[in-house]
């Protein structure tokens, strides 16, 4: 199969788990801001900021590590058990560790009272971590169904339990407060804790998912290589500082708002609306994402072709032609598509179009990144994400005492852009790919562009500002046709 339309259609399936999923789970965003108020809702944002850097730190790479080997080496069930077999162990010291310190470890966090939320979060990490490596063995076997469907019945059962203890437990408690059905619900239900409810949620979706999966472990034949274990780390080691890093540009500004913002201030309510203008935004990061799960083995399995660098280079111009696109669209219906939250939290609006670009600037470096991948020089990633993290602190200490959410809002906007930016030069030095700079610049531009014209032009009318912004949107993607016919074209073909 034409292997442009192959990724397009793996890209497809995955996202029908991701895109379609989250989306799915991205329509709790609504309920969750308008059944808990801002500082609620901060709590959320902070919780799950700890837990995103917590998890790229318990699976250290081992996805990208498993892709490399199974390439490489001969017996690739032993790559598959190795690899599952070190991120059970280390989940598992994980596990007992934090268990242990639970009270300490939620004291430090600023919630003493509520060691539940740490008991909770552990098992979710550790679960979490276990079933990375098996949903990337359905990657590598090229198997999307079975991962899309995984991935659908951890986001559905994760739906379902958010509507019972959000929506049902308190109707009915109010509804029928001296029933039976009352009592019944009273006696695991606390209407005055949703927030609990949310990570409880998740907690058992999450076991759901591992249970599902047990079937795909290699039962019959567990081995650990030592010897290729210990080369797998040297390879992954430096992923690991990648991913730490690149968790850190994700997730840190929440928890540093937290820490920085001037007293005086609804520190957890400025969280919350930071948190839920970020959920606007996150429909860049999805698209992102779905597209890594299909390119990262893609990229592998394709290195031994002649023109892979250039199929690499026509990757990134539709790549960026699907995210400048979606750049667009956001802004250009931003008014309909900030109704998603409630109204305490659109006062933040004005940081979505930086967040977006912010998160645009990290998929192109997600896929320069293949140069460092491909050459074994990972060191590289290393040494490029530490420096998007230390960009991202230093940004967030200085601006946000002034500028609160804003100052978070640009670090992420820089940090992102530096590291997309020096990928590109060494990347072109060490393993040049005919890159059309030309294209990957003009499109992002003309989409800012044009937004840029939205605002200028705005009428008090809003249909008719949404006329005007239709008809720009159309214009955009007519000059992406025309100028990229061929290639869009290319992704249809079957061979």
């Keep these: 199969m034409n292997p442009l339309r192959r990724l397009v259609g793996q890209t497809a399936i995955y996202g029908l788990s991701s895109i379609i999923g989250r989306l799915l789970n991205y329509l709790l965003v609504p309920l969750y801001t308008r059944v808990l108020i801002t500082s609620e809702y901060g709590i959320y944002t902070e919780m799950y900021a700890y837990v995103s850097i917590l998890w790229v730190i318990l699976t250290y790479g081992m996805e990208t590590t498993f892709f ?8 690739k069930t032993d790559v598959y058990s190795t690899s599952l077999l070190s991120l059970i162990f280390t989940s598992g010291v994980f596990l007992i560790i934090s268990l242990i310190y639970a009270q300490p470890i939620a004291v430090w966090l600023g919630y003493p009272n509520n060691v539940n939320y740490v008991v909770w979060f552990v098992f979710i990490l550790a679960f979490d971590a276990i079933s990375a490596i098996p949903f990337a063995k359905l990657r590598q076997d090229n198997r999307p169904m079975k991962f899309a469907i995984l991935k659908l019945i951890n986001i559905g059962s994760n739906i379902g339990l958010n509507l019972f203890f959000i929506l049902l437990c308190p109707f009915i408690l109010k509804t029928y407060p001296d029933t039976n059905l009352a009592s019944f619900v009273k006696s695991f239900f606390n209407p005055d804790d949703l927030v609990s409810y949310i990570f409880v949620s998740n907690l058992i979706s999450t076991t759901l998912t591992l249970i599902l999966q047990l079937p795909d472990f290699p039962w ?38 937290a820490k920085l913002l001037p007293s005086g201030t609804d520190v957890m309510g400025q969280v919350g609306i930071y948190g839920a203008c970020y959920k606007v935004s996150i429909i860049m990061t999805l698209f992102v994402q779905t597209f890594r799960y299909a390119a990262d083995p893609f990229f592998f399995n394709e290195s031994a072709q002649v023109g892979a660098r250039q199929l690499y280079a026509d990757v990134l ?110 990347g072109q030095r060490h393993f040049k790919i005919p890159y059309n700079l030309k294209r990957l610049i003009f499109y992002p531009l003309l989409a800012i562009a044009l937004y840029f014209a939205s605002e200028l032009l705005k009428p008090e009318s809003k249909l008719l500002h949404l006329t005007i912004n239709t008809i720009l949107t159309a214009g955009y993607l007519f000059i992406v046709v025309k100028l990229d016919k061929k290639l869009l074209f290319d992704v249809l073909k079957k061979n």
Excluded: C
């Design 317 to 426: 111009t539709l790549f960026m032609i699907a995210v400048s696109t979606i750049f667009l669209l956001t802004m250009m219906y931003i008014d309909i598509v900030i109704l998603f939250i409630g109204t305490a939290y659109r006062e933040g609006k004005a940081v979505i179009p930086l967040l977006l670009l912010g998160n645009l600037f990290l998929g192109v470096f997600y896929n320069f990144s293949i140069w460092y991948k491909l050459t074994n020089k990972t060191i590289y990633g290393a040494a490029l994400s530490i420096i998007g993290a230390t960009i991202t602190i230093i940004l967030n200490i200085l601006l946000i005492p002034s500028m609160g959410y804003y100052g978070s809002a640009w670090a992420a906007f820089f940090a992102y852009f530096t590291m997309m930016t020096l990928s590109y030069i060494l």
């Design 220 to 257: 019959k034949k567990y081995s650990f290589n030592f010897h290729l274990w210990k080369k797998m780390l040297v390879y992954t080691w430096p992923l690991l500082v990648v991913s730490v890093a690149g968790s850190i540009n994700l997730s840190l500004d929440k928890i540093l708002l």
């Design 68 to 75: 490399r080997f199974s390439q490489s080496e001969t017996d």
